[in-house]
């Protein structure tokens, strides 16, 4: 591990004094409903790694025969057990992990100290690919968990980046902006110290407690210090504001990714049978775990599609009603009010509403929501996780057993990291999407309405003159051509439909039912594991 401390003296009679931050034991009183089953926070970090770990061991032993016989047949049978077994060790632990402390002055004059952590999991594609959350429960196995969690994310949705995270151990909410600031510029240059940040070699996006503003901060910090002369230097990071190199669709891109991965499965009718539900979406009642960014966007998407939202559970309190809750009217309210308690368009529920009765439950907020605790209570025939490891391998055994399909994280809420891969390349392109095309796609669209009009009136239009040639809505609003938006939402939207075919193929293949999770894991390990067998191990 790499570690790199400023250590400073004490407070003299000038009275200044350090305070060091560190993970906090527990969530404030007020999240006890919605974290309630969470064991603490000293043993939540690491059990979240040996549950990531678990969940891969799983895959690998289950594809290691497939993998040795599919190494050409020249090689000696010793020798192909040799290589396979080898790189499946290489693939499980984190590559590189760099734990830092700065100072900060803040506000009030007095001086605290920050600790971070930024994990690279994999460099068998480059760049290491991975958020950083703004947490006070983030410790250093929480985030070697999460950079894990990337490198088979992106690996289940073909996203050429190894896997990465970072966490700093703070609650965002007890800081000023100009104190956030002061946070985000200094970690970037502690991170660029080291190698952690590039845009060929570790591309960090928003992820808890962080967003755009953050994302502007650090590549504004990267491009005036470490990276001044590079021309990409603004591809060092994703999810930046427009104005910054950002891309249209990046703020919905996770939330509509778990519209789609839903939509995928909803629709398959061999998936459907398994639990009882008919195809499609609607009508379908569902519930969301945290009415956050992602939690928000799946439910405008889902309410769209015609199912219906029947209750919302947040840090603060849950609402209920099943007739439905309208999204633009909990948003509204949300953003007038800053929380959805006393919402006039529910009631408000107590209890445990991840139990309530619905067909779809999200699990949008944080980790180890779903366990061993309350997994026989969830009545939910489907599970979209939203989060990241929302679910317990003891949870998962419960779900399976009461045959209950869960779209697993790894593919289900990929849709951040394919709109990110989407933003990195229009950084390095340095021009947007449908820029080059849009002139020449409306004036083709037009020239060819003028040729069916000219076509019709020689054939049947002589002497009656001129047959009008009108577009219908639907084409009307693509005449001029696709815009960025446009491309992205249809590049997420095949992103997410090729990842569930293959996820499909992989739980048929090995027999693995509605075992979603180990089918994901798989396509990961498999494509993986292509990647180093044919680049070879360096300097081994």
């Known amino acids: 591990m790499l570690q790199h401390s400023l250590k400073l003296l ?23 409903k919605l974290f309630s089953s969470m064991p603490g926070q000293e043993d939540a970090g690491k059990e979240f790694l040996n549950q990531v770990e678990e969940f891969y061991e799983k895959a690998a032993h289950l594809v290691r025969d497939n993998l040795i016989d599919r190494l050409p047949s020249r090689m000696p049978e010793a020798d192909r057990i040799k290589k396979v077994d080898g790189i499946l060790k290489v693939i499980k632990p984190c590559n590189n992990v760099l734990e830092i402390s700065f100072p900060i002055k803040k506000d009030s004059g007095e001086y605290e100290i920050i600790s971070a952590w930024r994990a690279q999991h994999s460099h068998h ?71 952690f940040i590039g845009p060929g070699v570790d591309v960090p996006a928003p992820d808890m407690g962080t967003g ?40 919905s891109a996770t939330g509509r990714g778990v519209f789609h991965a839903i939509k995928n499965f909803a629709e398959e009718a061999s998936f459907m049978s398994m639990v009882g539900l008919m195809p499609g979406l609607g009508d379908k009642t569902f519930i969301v775990q945290g009415l956050g960014n992602v939690g928000f966007h799946s439910m405008r998407y889902l309410h769209r599609a015609g ?18 809750i309208d999204p633009k009217e909990i948003e509204d309210y949300k953003i007038e009010h800053g929380t959805i308690v006393g919402f006039p368009g529910a009631e408000k529920y107590e209890g445990d509403l991840l139990t309530e009765q619905c067909d779809i439950l999200i699990p949008a907020a944080l980790e180890r929501s779903l366990n061993a605790d309350n997994a026989e209570l969830v009545k939910a025939k489907i599970i979209a996780e939203g989060a990241n490891g929302p679910t317990t391998a003891e949870a998962e055994k ?4 009461n045959n209950v399909l869960v779209i697993p994280d790894l593919y289900c809420n990929a849709g951040g990291v394919t709109v990110s891969f989407f933003e ?27 040729s069916v009009q000219t076509s019709l009136e020689k054939k049947f239009a002589k002497n ?73 191990l360096t300097f081994t």
């Open 10 to 32: 004490r407070g003299t009679k000038s009275g200044l004094h350090l305070v060091k931050t560190k993970p906090l034991a527990h969530a404030c009183a007020s999240n006890s």
């Open 125 to 195: 594609r480059a760049p290491c690919k991975g958020g950083i959350r703004f947490s006070p429960m983030v410790d250093e196995h929480e985030v070697k968990a999460l950079a894990s969690l990337m490198t088979y994310k992106c690996a289940c949705v073909d996203v050429p980046f190894g896997g990465a995270k970072a966490g700093v151990a703070l609650d965002p909410k007890l800081y000023s902006d100009n104190e956030l600031e002061k946070i985000t510029r200094r970690l970037t240059v502690e991170l660029a110290k080291k190698g």
């Open 212 to 251: 755009e503003r953050e994302m502007a901060w650090i590549a504004d910090t990267y491009s005036q210090t470490m990276g001044w002369q590079d021309i990409n230097a603004h591809a060092c990071v994703t999810g930046k504001p427009i104005t910054q190199g950002g891309i249209h669709g990046r703020t």
């Open 307 to 324: 199912a219906r939202c029947i209750g919302i559970a947040e840090w603060d309190g849950s609402i209920y009603n099943p007739n439905g």
């Open 398 to 401: 419960i779900f399976l057993k």
């Open 424 to 450: 990195w390349l229009k950084n390095l392109n340095h021009v947007s999407y449908g820029r080059l095309t849009f002139k020449y796609e409306k004036d083709s669209n037009y020239h060819l309405l003028e």
């Open 464 to 536: 009656s003159g001129e047959i009008p040639i009108i577009p219908n809505p639907e084409f009307e609003t693509r005449i001029a051509g696709a815009s960025e938006k446009d491309i992205v939402h249809s590049g997420l939207e095949y992103t997410m439909e090729r990842s569930a075919r293959a996820i499909m193929r992989s739980s048929m293949n090995y027999n693995l039912g509605l075992d979603l999770r180990t089918a994901a894991f798989v396509t990961a390990v498999e494509k993986i594991v292509k990647v180093y067998s044919e680049a070879g």
